[in-house]
């Protein structure tokens, strides 16, 4: 897979639509901080002035007398990240957007279109400059960690062999691992831990007594370059999942064991489910669709499985066969997580991993999430 990043995508922005602010100090004035102006985003001339975000504006300016201070246009940025997803779509239909400029694809299987994937990933980089005139780097490896922190090398393409992803982490710091928790960060390194060779000999169950049962596979298949995710589809919003299930060979409605596989599906995010849609297709190519009403997304995982599983045996015609079925699901608070959220759907996106942990302890009972009483 490919990791692309556009470091420094709003500066990159605000130097298209300026060509004076190139090579210059620059710094994006924080919005939430009206009565004593601080700095919100610092760039890399910036801080090799000794600038740091948070810092208040006055004693920047007498830090940096070129300093140039912008106002912030976050709908520009994210704009900006819609283009960058909307262009890779042209070359694969499978990536995730991350964190603002950067993007992870799959590459595997688009060589009889594009070519070898150096050579695609390589033109990847040279259309996104001509396009928009955006400068990125990219990273080459099977491992998503491998990619991440190759393309951070801020090489024009760095390519990590399959094999020797283990290798390449090795030397690179811990804090540089994307979503290491900061206390976990804390943690290996007064023990010691602080390089990525240092957790690679590590034992799992060590790592799950530093870390936790659930958390230790992951991570230490992402120390060692094993991780291999399945990336979503880039055409689905943020929130939302698409499971399917082709059925090899058709059967018929009761044969089709949905409860089960909906439950599993239902509990593979950690959020409460805000809309759901089945959809089924029969021999004849024929779509059948049913859409969960609130009471149902509020019942226990239980029973909306067998809810789910009457109203698809209610729907499908029992003299045709079923050959696909898909479950559409939108979670959590259903919105987009923007770049000003607001603290209270912070907090109650925080309680979710609770309450999916209380619904796997009590399924047969109803696990309200937070938002459910906002409106009272």
Do not use: Y
Request: charged share 25%.
């Amino acid at each position: 897979m490919l990791a692309m990043w556009v470091p420094e995508l709003p500066f990159q922005l605000a130097c298209g639509r300026d060509g004076g602010l190139r090579d210059r100090a620059l710094a994006f004035l924080n919005p939430e901080s009206p009565r004593s102006p601080t700095l919100w985003f610092v760039n890399r001339l910036g801080r090799a002035e000794g600038l740091v975000a948070g810092m208040p504006m006055d004693r920047a300016l007498r830090a940096a007398p070129g300093l140039r201070v912008l106002d912030p246009s976050p709908q520009v940025w994210w704009e900006a990240q819609g283009s960058l997803g909307d262009f890779l779509q042209h070359w694969t239909p499978q990536g995730q957007l991350l964190r603002l400029g950067e993007a992870l694809v799959e590459l595997q299987g688009t060589q009889r279109l594009f070519g070898p994937l150096a050579d695609t990933a390589t033109r990847m980089c040279r259309e996104l400059a001509d396009q928009h005139g955006w400068a990125s780097h990219g990273g080459l490896s099977l491992s998503a960690t491998a990619a991440q922190i190759a393309a951070r090398a801020e090489h024009h393409l760095e390519w990590v062999v399959d094999g020797t992803e283990a290798t390449f982490l090795a030397p690179h710091s811990l804090r540089r691992l994307p979503d290491l928790a900061p206390r976990l960060q804390d943690r290996f390194h007064r023990l010691g831990l602080r390089a990525f060779g240092d957790l690679q000999p590590v034992p799992l169950p060590v790592l799950a007594e530093l870390t936790n049962s659930k958390l230790a596979p992951d991570l230490r298949a992402r120390v060692r370059g094993e991780d291999r995710p399945r990336l979503p589809l880039l055409t689905e919003r943020p929130g939302h999942v698409r499971h399917g299930w082709r059925l090899q060979p058709p059967c018929l409605p009761e044969e089709v064991a949905l409860a089960a596989r909906c439950l599993d599906w239902l509990w593979s995010d950690a959020r409460h489910p805000r809309h759901l849609i089945l959809r089924w297709w029969d021999v004849d190519g024929e779509p059948h669709t049913w859409r969960a009403a609130p009471e149902d997304l509020t019942a226990p995982p239980l029973i909306l499985a067998r809810r789910l599983q009457q109203a698809f045996l209610a729907g499908a015609p029992r003299r045709l066969l079923i050959r696909e079925v898909e479950l559409r699901l939108a979670w959590g608070l259903g919105r987009e997580r923007s770049l000003f959220q607001d603290p209270i759907h912070a907090r109650l996106e925080r309680l979710e991993p609770a309450l999916a942990h209380l619904r796997r302890r009590f399924p047969g009972h109803t696990v309200l999430p937070g938002w459910m009483g906002q409106g009272a």
